[in-house]
């Protein structure tokens, strides 16, 4: 069926964390959280509602359609067979970061991020009395990359028990290449690290770049998946976590059964499902829109707001606009979108000292919505010159 992406959808009044509750100025455009302002599949709807319609949501059990529903999706998007690889499920992917910490190291032990990166990466690591190991991600030409010999240095710490990466990364946007991948897992694997990989942005790919699960290139690894991001349901708490290491998995499921963190909502799960076995359609048309909401994007910063640069996105919605040359500190700058120009984003230093001068933008809207969000920020830009 073909999918509506310019319809527009009044979320406000519905307790959306994303209208409802937008931080500092309630009268932004809110571009902020991570949510799309899309309906989901009409499969996934309609797999909710006969769920609902029953009437009776008891306990229910974890179907084994929850697992191949799983397995297909990684195959089929992403050329993955994850054979024998067990599949944990989990509520959603921050709680099983926690998890990955808690099941991985001990109080004192460090774990290796890759700043700028999504804030509870840095929680899941500080919250429970861990060290951060910073493998900082280096912005040459316009592009992020991994500093390798800073990272072997930082693997070979023996207290450095746990790697947690994220690919597509949020919130630069950059899609590890194979290469990459291959290298984190060797200097890992040398040093006896557990790679944990968050890749619930993982189906959002642009031309030119491919989403490698990490599962893929090691077996030294947990992966986190969700049909979250792709089909608009972080509200239905339903993920899972793909262990190709059985022992890796019976550690991850001993501290997850500390806080009984594997129950899933039961209509999510039946989401899940639906969404993992009937939404190539959707994402398919889902990814053009998106790509030419970038390009709107794109041409727009470059003709009437030349000092926001746009750091090119491989994948995800989020885009990582590098404000710098405005020459605001990180407090003025959030005042300048938030106040000013009346456009809620995510100010840059949330994701580490690294993203200082930065905003991340969620264009995962209507295109009116977003032109009016640019046209509000030119208008601000203007103002101030």
């Not at 949510?35 to 006969?50: G, H, L, N, T």
């Not at 861990?130 to 316009?142: D, F, I, K, M, T």
Request: glycine content about 8%.
């Amino acid at each position: 069926m073909q999918y509506c992406f310019d319809e527009p959808i009044c979320r406000k009044g519905t307790d959306s964390v994303k209208w409802d509750h937008i931080p500092g100025n309630p009268q932004a455009i809110p571009m902020w959280v991570a949510d799309m302002d899309f309906r989901c599949p009409k499969p996934v709807i309609d797999a909710v509602m006969e769920k609902a319609a029953f009437g009776l949501y008891a306990y229910t059990a974890v179907p084994e359609t929850f697992r191949q529903s799983t397995a297909a999706w990684q195959l089929r998007r992403h050329g993955w067979d994850i054979g024998q690889a067990e599949v944990i499920p989990v509520t959603s992917v921050v709680p099983a970061l926690y998890t990955a910490v808690a099941a991985f190291t001990q109080p004192g032990d460090q774990v290796i991020l890759q700043r700028p990166v999504y804030g509870p990466f840095t929680g899941a690591v500080e919250d429970q009395g861990r060290v951060v190991s910073n493998n900082a991600l280096v912005l040459e030409n316009g592009r992020y990359a991994m500093d390798f010999a800073d990272l072997e240095r930082r693997a070979a710490d023996p207290k450095a028990k746990l790697m947690l990466l994220c690919n597509p990364h949020n919130p630069v946007g950059r899609v590890f290449t194979r290469e990459e991948l291959e290298q984190v897992a060797q200097i890992c694997q040398r040093h006896q690290v557990v790679l944990f990989a968050d890749e619930i942005h993982g189906d959002f790919v642009y031309p030119g770049a491919c989403h490698i699960p990490a599962g893929s290139v090691t077996q030294n690894c947990l992966v986190a998946v969700a049909p979250s991001k792709t089909f608009n349901l972080a509200g239905m708490k339903a993920a899972s976590v793909i262990s190709p290491d059985p022992a890796l998995a019976a550690r991850f499921k001993e501290a997850l059964a500390v806080n009984h963190g594997g129950s899933m909502n039961l209509l999510g799960m039946y989401a899940y499902i639906a969404a993992y076995t009937h939404g190539d359609e959707y994402l398919t048309q889902l990814l053009a829109y998106l790509a030419g909401n970038i390009r709107y994007l794109a041409d727009f910063l470059r003709e009437n707001t030349p000092d926001i640069r746009l750091v090119q996105p491989e994948g995800t919605y989020l885009m990582w606009l590098d404000c710098r040359a405005m020459g605001m500190d990180q407090e003025a700058l959030t005042h300048f979108f938030t106040w000013q120009a009346g456009v809620a984003m995510n100010a840059g230093d949330w994701f580490g000292p690294e993203g200082t001068g930065f905003v991340r933008m969620n264009l995962a809207c209507p295109r009116q919505t977003l032109a009016a969000a640019l046209q509000a920020i030119a208008k601000a830009y203007a103002a101030r010159r």
